[in-house]
C-alpha cells in the first residue's frame, strides 16, 4: 500500500556529507518514519525516527552527525549526514509505518572510504 523509494546514497570520503531521500506514497502526513541501516554482519540498527507530530529519536552512534526530518508537502523523508565515518558504511533503509502496517524501502548503499 505505501511505496518506499530511498535516493541519494552513495562513495564519499572520511568527513564528507550526504543527503538521503525517501519518497513516500499515500497520506505521509500520517506515517511514523524512520531511518535504518544494515551493515554485513550486523543486525539492522535504528538511525533516527519522527513521528507524525516531529517527535525525532536518534540512534547513539549518530547523535550529532546526522539530522532527520520530513516535507510533508512533497511526501518526503530527508537523512542530513555530516562528518561521515567509515562506522557509517550500510545500506540505509527508509521505513513507514501506519495504524495497520509497517513498510520498508529497498534501500541505498552508503560508503565511507578513502
Known amino acids: 500500500q505505501v511505496q518506499l523509494v530511498e535516493s541519494g546514497g552513495g562513495l564519499v570520503q572520511p568527513g564528507g556529507s550526504l543527503r538521503l531521500s525517501c519518497a513516500a506514497s499515500?497520506?505521509?502526513?500520517?506515517?511514523?518514519m524512520g531511518w535504518y541501516r544494515q551493515a554485513p554482519g550486523k543486525q539492522r540498527e535504528k538511525v533516527a525516527t519522527?513521528?507524525?507530530?516531529?517527535?525525532?529519536n536518534y540512534g547513539d552512534s549518530v547523535k550529532g552527525r546526522f539530522t532527520i526530518s520530513r516535507d510533508n508537502t512533497k511526501n518526503t523523508l530527508y537523512l542530513q549526514m555530516n562528518n561521515l565515518k567509515p562506522e557509517d558504511t550500510a545500506v540505509y533503509l527508509c521505513?513507514?509505518?501506519?495504524?495497520?502496517?509497517?513498510?520498508w524501502g529497498q534501500g541505498t548503499q552508503v560508503t565511507v572510504s578513502s
Open positions: 499515500g497520506t505521509f502526513s500520517r506515517y511514523f
Open positions: 519522527i513521528t507524525s507530530i516531529g517527535s525525532i
Open positions: 521505513t513507514a509505518a501506519t495504524a495497520f502496517n509497517a513498510y
